[in-house]
C-alpha cells in the first residue's frame, strides 16, 4: 500500500516538474534565464531547509500522521499557481514565491518519507525497499514527463499542477490507514551508536553536526558523493550533444530519455541482490564501471551512423542502471543501520551532500565545455568514472585477501 502511495506522489511531482518550465516559457513567455531562475530557486531551498526540516521531523511522535498532513499541504501548495493564473496575477515573480512554498511543502513530504518506511520496514529487508523506491521514481518520471506536456493538448500548462494535487491527496488517503503501524522504534531493528570514527554500515549521532561528520565519513557516501559530482559533469551537455553532434531529432529525445528510467527501475530492483552477492566495495566498483561504459557509448556514438541509436539507448539505460544501483545500496544501508530516531536528519544529510555536490559537477561541467567541448566534458565524466572503479576495487581486494 505504501509503495502505490509513493507511485501517485512520485508521478505527480514529476508532472510537476516536468510542466513548470512550460508554464514560464508557454503562459509567461519567460525565456533561459527565467527557466533557470525556477530551477535554481528549486534547488535551493531544498538545499537550504531540507536538514531543518528533518530535525524537527525526528523529534515528532506521530510521524505517519504527519505525513498524511503533509501531503495534504502539498496538494494544498499545488493548487496555488492554477489560482494565481485563474485571477490572472501569475507572473514570473508570483511563481518564483508559489515555488518556494511548493518546495517547502515537498521537502517535508521528502523527509518523513525516509523514516515511514523505517517504521514500515524490517531492517533486514530495508535495502530492497529503498531499491523499489528508486524503481517507482524512475517509473514515475516515465509517466510524468511524458504525461505532463501530453495535456497540454487538453489544458493550460498552469491547470495540469492540479494532476499533482490529486496525486497527493489520493496518495495521503492511502497512507492515512497506515496509522496503526506507527511506532518510536522498529523492533529488532539493528542500528548501533557509533562515535567520530563510526563504522561504515551505521550512523548515530545526537546534534546535526555530528550526524554530518558521521556521514560523510562513512566512504561509501563518500564515493556516491563523488560520483554524483561526476555524473553531473555531462547534465549540461547531453541533450547538446545528442541534437548537434548525433543529429537526433529533438521529438525523440524524451523517447530515449525513457530508456533511462527503465535503467532506473531495473537497478532500483536488483540492488538488494547484487549488494548481498557482492558486498558493498565491489557494487562501486561494478557502478563506476558501467557508468564509464556507458560514457564510451555516447563518445562511440558519432564514428558510428549504424548504430547511434542503440549507443545513445545503452548510455542512457546503464547509466541510469549504475546511479541507482549505487543510491539505493548506500542509501538503503545507511536506512538499514540508522536509528529510527535520527533516519530523516542522516538521509537529509546524505541526499544535501548529494545534491550540493551536484551544483559543483554541473559548474565543472559547464566550465569544460566552455573552454574545450561537449566530447571533452564527456571523456572527463568517463575517466573520473574509472578512477572512481579503480579506488573502490582497493579495499574490496584487500577484504578478499583478508578472508
Not at 490572472?88 to 511543502?105: K, Q
Request: hydrophobic share 55%; glycine share 8%; net charge positive.
Amino acid at each position: 500500500m505504501y509503495l502505490a502511495s509513493r507511485a501517485l506522489a512520485l508521478t505527480g511531482g514529476s508532472v510537476a516538474e516536468a510542466v513548470l518550465p512550460l508554464i514560464v516559457v508557454l503562459t509567461l513567455g519567460g525565456g533561459s534565464t527565467a527557466v533557470g531562475a525556477v530551477t535554481a530557486a528549486t534547488l535551493v531551498v531544498s538545499l537550504a531547509t531540507r536538514i531543518p526540516i528533518s530535525a524537527w521531523v525526528d523529534t515528532q511522535p506521530h510521524q505517519i500522521r504527519l505525513q498524511v498532513f503533509s501531503q495534504i499541504s502539498a496538494a494544498a501548495t499545488a493548487v496555488l499557481i492554477p489560482l494565481l493564473w485563474w485571477v490572472d496575477v501569475l507572473s514570473i515573480p508570483t511563481l518564483l514565491a508559489a515555488v518556494v512554498v511548493i518546495v517547502l511543502a515537498k521537502t517535508l513530504v521528502s523527509s518523513l518519507g525516509h523514516t515511514t518506511v523505517n517504521q514500515l520496514v524490517p531492517a533486514a529487508r530495508r535495502v530492497r525497499a529503498v531499491g523499489a523506491l528508486n524503481s517507482l521514481s524512475s517509473a514515475a518520471d516515465i509517466a510524468g514527463q511524458s504525461g505532463g506536456p501530453a495535456l497540454l493538448k487538453l489544458l493550460p500548462a498552469p491547470v495540469i499542477l492540479l494532476v499533482d494535487a490529486g496525486m497527493n491527496l489520493a496518495s495521503a488517503a492511502l497512507v492515512w490507514r497506515l496509522r496503526g503501524f506507527e511506532s518510536p522504534d522498529r523492533p529488532n531493528d539493528q542500528a548501533q551508536p557509533v562515535n567520530e570514527a563510526p563504522d561504515p554500515a551505521s550512523v548515530t549521532a545526537t546534534s546535526v553536526v555530528s550526524i554530518a561528520r558521521a556521514v560523510s565519513a562513512q566512504k561509501p557516501v563518500q564515493l556516491l558523493w563523488l560520483s554524483g559530482v561526476v555524473g553531473s559533469l555531462i547534465v549540461p551537455v547531453t541533450l547538446v550533444f545528442l541534437i548537434r553532434e548525433l543529429g537526433i531529432d529533438p521529438a525523440l529525445v524524451g523517447v530515449l530519455y525513457a530508456f533511462g528510467a527503465l535503467g532506473g527501475i531495473s537497478g532500483g530492483l536488483i540492488a538488494h541482490r547484487i549488494l548481498a552477492y557482492l558486498g558493498m566495495w565491489p557494487l562501486i566498483a561494478v557502478s563506476s564501471a558501467l557508468s564509464a561504459a556507458a560514457g564510451g557509448c555516447l563518445l562511440s556514438a558519432p564514428h558510428h551512423q549504424w548504430g547511434v541509436y542503440p549507443l545513445v539507448i545503452g548510455f542512457e539505460f546503464f547509466s541510469a542502471f549504475a546511479g541507482t544501483l549505487l543510491v539505493a545500496a548506500v542509501y538503503g544501508t545507511l536506512q538499514t543501520r540508522t536509528e529510527h530516531t535520527q533516519i530523516a536528519r542522516v538521509m537529509s544529510v546524505a541526499s544535501t551532500g548529494m545534491e550540493g555536490l551536484a551544483l559543483v559537477g554541473i559548474g565543472g561541467g559547464i566550465l569544460t565545455t566552455t573552454l574545450w567541448s561537449e566530447r571533452a566534458t564527456i571523456v572527463t565524466a568517463s575517466a573520473g568514472y574509472l578512477a572512481l572503479t579503480l579506488i573502490a576495487l582497493v579495499p574490496a581486494l584487500r577484504k578478499r585477501q583478508a578472508t
